[in-house]
């Protein structure tokens, strides 16, 4: 895998796009502009790996939009420091941009041919999250509570169980809906017995699956 000035000033192009496209946050953009999203796709797709779109990686998953990447990470009010659980680690694309921010990140896949090769890309990158191999509803109570919870498939609801491991005061970024489309939703921990939620437009993910693990 090798970085070249070619893909950077692709990377660039990518960044003012996204900022086009109403991403505020610089830190958001500096960590897209660290992370080479060609090291993520396969070689045949990696002319286009900065254009906003969607490319399949194996097991009929996807990485996703660069804009959704974005837009997800934004909602997340991520400061640095800050222990995250991802729900679908996919190609660890959106793990490397937490990582590259400085969040602390704990990521679930339910594939272990994407869990390994996310593990293989995530050392060669020298970042450091915890992945690990398992059904995304259930979380990972040994390790929690989090501040963050970023679920990158869409759920028909929302997992009791990731709220359970949710701080208080955390926010949880998913989207809901079980058909083509979901509901991108921000909830808010206000307290044990007391959610927030708020709605931010519709978006296509691959389902969120219980007891799948492959």
Do not use: W
Request: charged share 25%.
């Amino acid at each position: 895998m090798q970085d070249s000035f070619k893909y950077k000033g692709m990377r660039r192009k990518l960044i003012e796009e996204l900022a086009a496209k109403g991403i505020q946050d610089q830190r958001i953009l500096d960590a897209f502009d660290a992370v080479p999203r060609h090291f993520f796709l396969d070689n045949a797709f990696a002319q286009q790996a900065y254009s906003n779109m969607a490319f399949q990686i194996g097991s009929g998953q996807t990485i996703s939009h660069p804009y959704t990447v974005a837009f997800q990470t934004e909602l997340l009010n991520l400061k640095k420091g800050d222990k995250v659980l991802e729900i679908g680690t996919g190609s660890a694309f959106q793990t490397s941009i937490l990582c590259e921010m400085g969040a602390k990140v704990f990521s679930i896949e339910r594939h272990k041919p994407l869990h390994l090769k996310a593990k293989n890309i995530l050392r060669h990158l020298h970042y450091n999250a915890r992945l690990s191999f398992g059904d995304g509803y259930k979380g990972l109570p040994a390790f929690a509570p989090f501040d963050k919870v970023i679920i990158t498939c869409g759920a028909p609801n929302v997992p009791q169980a990731l709220i359970d491991q949710l701080k208080i005061g955390g926010i949880m970024v998913i989207p809901i809906g079980e058909g083509q489309e979901q509901q991108m939703k921000r909830i808010t921990k206000v307290s044990d017995t007391e959610l927030e939620e708020e709605d931010f437009g519709v978006f296509k993910f691959v389902p969120m699956l219980e007891n799948k693990v492959k």
